[in-house]
């Protein structure tokens, strides 16, 4: 009986961090789509801008100024 737990205890331990990963993953997707509708991020980078000139696009967007 021992032998079966020591050669399943593997298996148990990847799926408990496979469980612990999506949980994750599914927190991570949760949290970018409240940032997606506060405004605060943005997927589609201009890749021809600056970081400079997306740092004052972002700030004109969040301050209106």
Do not use: C, H, Y
Request: charged share 25%; hydrophobic share 40%; no cysteine.
């Amino acid at each position: 009986m021992n032998w079966i737990i020591t050669k399943t205890q593997p298996i148990v331990t990847a799926l408990s961090q496979i469980f612990t990963t999506n949980q994750i993953a599914e927190k991570l997707s949760d949290r970018q789509q409240s940032l997606r509708s506060l405004g605060l991020l943005v997927d589609d980078m201009d890749s021809e801008q600056t970081p400079l000139e997306r740092i004052r696009k972002r700030i004109n967007l969040i301050f209106g100024i």
